[in-house]
């Protein structure tokens, strides 16, 4: 049994492109979460997606914008980047009233 | 606003030694109660969780229980191995209408076991 799977696993881009970052959840599982982890920080909640609607938003700016798929797959992208954007984006997935379970995370690095 | 606060690390313990990592929160309602684990370069993984006052976790020797009078779910583990190196991260969820919510975070604390 799969658990959460992202991809890719790291990934250098440069300040002012857009970067997209993708996510496929635990077997099972409907609801996905994005999460941003900072060097030496806890993960920040981003957004949430359940039957294909941004459900929840954390404190991000639009430039963060996700899509959840009918399989419930989900991408993260992220416009107009910041050297500030450099950080571990983690996916959690989970079923209701269900722990979320997290990928090892996409390493995003901003030159 | 809901937050949880755990003790600044780094933690240096020898091997077989006593574990403590505090951790307390602030939050509305009834919140359930985590601890994740984060190894290095990977994810974050379930440690252990409780759901409600008085429930103790428990996973791989280590343990923590919600107390709701003191807000606090410190971790604990009798005898840590090297291979414990980590960080351990407290969180809370709170559930709206039965909907998946967000978790908040502590900021981590790095646990370093030598032999």
């Known amino acids: 049994d799969a658990g959460v799977t992202q991809s890719p696993t790291h990934l250098i881009k440069t300040r002012g492109q857009q970067v997209t970052l993708r996510c496929s959840p635990k077997?099972?599982?409907?609801?996905v979460s994005w999460y941003q982890q900072a060097l030496g920080q806890g993960p920040q909640f981003i957004f949430q997606?359940?039957?294909?609607?941004?459900?929840q938003r954390g404190n991000f700016p639009d430039r963060f914008s996700g899509h959840q798929f009918p399989n419930y797959s989900s991408e993260l992208n992220v416009n107009a980047l910041l050297l500030g954007d450099s950080a571990l984006y983690l996916c959690a997935s989970s079923l209701m009233n269900q722990p979320q379970h997290f990928g090892d995370g996409t390493r995003l690095s901003i030159l | 606003g809901n937050s949880v606060t755990q003790m600044e690390g780094p933690v240096t313990l020898s091997e077989e030694a006593f574990l403590t990592i505090n951790c307390t929160y602030t939050a509305t309602g009834y919140p359930s109660l985590f601890w994740y684990v984060q190894y290095p370069g990977e994810g974050l993984q379930l440690l252990l969780k409780a759901t409600k006052a008085d429930d103790k976790g428990s996973n791989k020797g280590f343990e923590a229980t919600y107390r709701k009078e003191t807000t606090s779910f410190h971790l604990e583990k009798g005898s840590v191995q090297v291979s414990d190196s980590a960080v351990y991260f407290c969180?809370?969820?709170?559930?709206?209408?039965?909907?998946?919510?967000?978790?908040?975070f502590g900021t981590g604390t790095l646990l370093a076991v030598q032999p």
């Open positions: 077997s099972g599982h409907d609801t």
């Open positions: 997606y359940y039957e294909e609607e941004e459900r």
């Open positions: 969180a809370l969820i709170t559930w709206r209408g039965g909907a998946t919510n967000k978790l908040i």
